[in-house]
């Protein structure tokens, strides 16, 4: 085999590795069941409702959605339509520490007495202050209607519904001094396959320069 058909060769399989890399996942979500205990005007009340949280990038963070697949708690009356509003805080974890707030709009239907609540999709937005990965946790809802006030509250620990890894808007700053910056599985891809660009054009580089020094050579 001639030299310029292994270089092409060579070049070609970096190209497909770094294609490889930067398809790595940057994202994990479970479906998680949240047993929430209710605290309403009428009494306590509990309910198990599978859990959600999606998070798609948008400009500098990330659109945070968290869905509900069964209803939770209940009304004695029936709630008619718009009657109920319902908000939720979402708690982070891993890289970063605090919460987001996520609410939705009002019910778009009625809700028929004694009939568990139906939860719209809760929706808001999550900027990164650190790099790492950083995991979102169900935590409390709130519903209010007909002007109360209900507080649901997760009994049963629930493990995160989603794990993200971000950048941070503080980059290199916010790391330990001395450490190079740490990143996730998706920035080491990015990384890699810039290094494998750079080795490339060097190596083709190299190939068209010992290519024009044998034909002086040989002329």
């Not at 493990?159 to 808007?169: R, T, Y």
């Amino acid at each position: 085999m001639s030299y310029q058909k292994r270089t092409t060769l060579a070049l070609a399989a970096a190209v497909a590795g770094s294609v490889v890399l930067l398809a790595a996942p940057a994202a994990h979500a479970d479906v998680v069941d949240v047993n929430y205990q209710c605290k309403t005007p009428i009494g306590n009340k509990g309910a198990v409702s599978p859990i959600d949280i999606k998070g798609v990038k948008s400009g500098s963070g990330y659109k945070l959605t968290m869905s509900f697949q069964k209803g939770v708690s209940s009304s004695p009356v029936e709630l008619g339509k718009g009657a109920m509003k319902p908000s939720a805080v979402i708690k982070l974890g891993g890289a970063e520490s605090g919460t987001v707030q996520v609410s939705g709009p009002s019910n778009p239907a009625a809700v028929p007495a004694n009939t568990p609540i139906k939860i719209t999709d809760l929706a808001g937005t999550y900027t990164p202050r650190k790099t790492g990965k950083v995991t979102f946790t169900a935590s409390v809802l709130t519903i209010k209607a007909l002007g109360t006030t209900t507080t649901c509250t997760p009994s049963n620990s629930p493990k995160p519904s989603l794990e993200l890894d971000v950048k941070g808007s503080g980059g290199a700053s916010q790391d330990a001094p001395g450490e190079l910056p740490k990143t996730g599985p998706l920035d080491s891809a990015l990384a890699l396959g810039t290094l494998g660009g750079t080795v490339l054009l060097a190596g083709a580089a190299g190939a068209l320069w010992l290519t024009r020094r044998g034909q002086r050579i040989t002329g």
